[in-house]
């Protein structure tokens, strides 16, 4: 197949202008020195240039702005996040950010339901990530003690299970079930895990039954090898058997004949989705979308040059993280945080393995690789708290109970 591509013009976006006068508010206001980086961002700038810098070569000024204008954004974000004051975090911030992804959901949910799709809630596109992201959110709050392990956060887990499996959201259900067993596979919560799985499996089988084995099918779908002719049958006006894992299977083969020409330097950013664009225009309007893995898009867009900068500050990321499990290990005598190291890393692979976006794709990777520079801090503040909570709360109980009230009125416990 031909690759003459021609990048596409895109249209600056009101959030985009918002944000970076934001960014750029922070940044007037703050002296140079008092400005942190780190090694993570330092490859992520590396990459960002290796993506960018090409778009010079097209002579269209208007997509070169918007490029240059997103990637500024993307570094000012990162640095940002490097200057993060962690002891100025409460726990108010964790909890808004949840219910912000839970009314994504909720929002999702009723909008598709109202529309009569009782199951398969896709429609909406990004808002369906927030199946993937919302219980990674809730289980770094139980592990870390943020949250308890009591009977109305199992009862939430069991209904984020229930929602995922009707959402029929596959790249959301396996990161699901290794998490639910990071956070739960302890001695002393092994049993609300089973009357939780067993809730989960009830719920999924009434669920089944409602909706003609629609269920079964979807999660069934997620071990079958999809075949190369229902790519030929669609392009000719048929319906395959799942057109998520057709337009899945075509992607992947336009990104390896991109590869293959040029797998050192790509086809340049953004080459995928125009080709797509381009070459795909007679095809059915779920054949022209791009390739729906990152990794991917990124060896065909930036070569094993671009890919190879991400992937090592990705694996910066995890080292680090392994270090510090290490030392929290010694701190705490227990594996939360090496638990917390699945939590985070299995949900965020799954969605780079299973969609590829570009520049929303890039949040969060900056996110992953400055992980090291702002988590351990985090989850020792919050791992402090709760041995200070657990600790106020025995020696409660070693008080006479007439003078407990006493006891709690000048010292703040609770």
């Known amino acids: 197949m031909g690759l003459e591509l021609r990048t596409p013009v895109g249209t600056l976006k009101p959030i985009d202008i918002v944000t970076l006068g934001l960014i750029a508010l922070y940044l007037c206001t703050t002296h140079p020195r008092h400005i942190r980086t780190s ?25 070169i702005s918007k490029r240059f204008l997103q990637i500024t954004i993307l570094i000012s974000l ?41 199951i398969v809630w896709k429609q909406l596109g990004d808002p369906k990530s927030a199946f993937l992201f919302l219980p990674m959110c809730i ?27 009707m959402s029929a959201e596959r790249k ?24 939780a799985a067993a809730a989960g499996a009830l719920a999924m089988a009434f669920t089944d039954i409602l909706t003609d084995g629609q269920i079964s099918q979807r999660v069934g779908s997620i071990f079958v090898e999809q075949d190369r002719n229902e790519i030929w049958y669609a392009i000719e006006g048929g319906l395959p058997s799942s057109i998520s894992d057709t337009a899945r299977k075509l992607g992947t083969e336009v990104a390896w004949a991109m590869f293959s020409q040029n797998p050192f330097l790509g086809a340049g950013t953004d080459a995928t989705g125009n080709f797509a664009r381009t070459y795909f225009a007679n095809y059915p309007p779920y054949l022209r979308a791009a390739v729906h893995n990152e990794f991917l898009r990124m060896l065909a867009e930036n070569g094993i040059l671009g890919t190879g900068i991400v992937l090592a500050a990705l694996g910066r990321s995890m080292v680090l993280g392994i270090r510090d499990a290490v030392w929290m290990r010694r701190r705490f005598s227990d594996y939360a945080y090496i638990r917390l190291l699945f939590i985070i890393f299995i949900p965020v692979l799954t969605y780079m393995w299973y969609e590829g976006s570009g520049t929303e794709m890039f949040v969060i990777i900056v996110l992953i690789t400055l ?3 702002l ?9 402090v708290s709760a041995e200070q909570c657990a600790a106020a709360a025995r020696a409660q109980h070693t008080i006479e109970p007439g003078k407990q009230y006493r006891y709690i009125m000048e010292n703040g416990a609770t």
């Open 39 to 63: 090694a993570g961002m330092l490859l992520l700038v590396m990459f960002y240039l290796v993506s960018t810098v090409p778009a010079l070569w097209t002579g269209e000024l208007v997509y």
């Open 78 to 118: 990162g640095i940002l996040i490097c200057n993060i004051d962690t002891s100025g975090l409460r726990r108010w911030h964790y909890q808004l950010l949840l219910g912000l992804l839970a009314a994504t959901i909720a929002f999702n949910v009723i909008w598709h339901v109202s529309h009569g799709h009782i």
């Open 172 to 195: 959301a259900l396996v990161p699901f079930l290794a998490v639910t067993l990071a956070v739960f596979l302890n001695v002393r919560n092994l049993g609300a895990l089973v009357l």
């Open 371 to 373: 992980m090291p520079d």
């Open 375 to 383: 988590l351990p801090n985090i989850v020792m503040r919050a791992r």
């Open 139 to 165: 289980a770094i709050g139980l592990v870390i003690g943020a949250l308890p392990t009591n009977r109305f956060w199992l009862s939430i887990w069991a209904l984020l299970f229930v929602l995922i499996l």
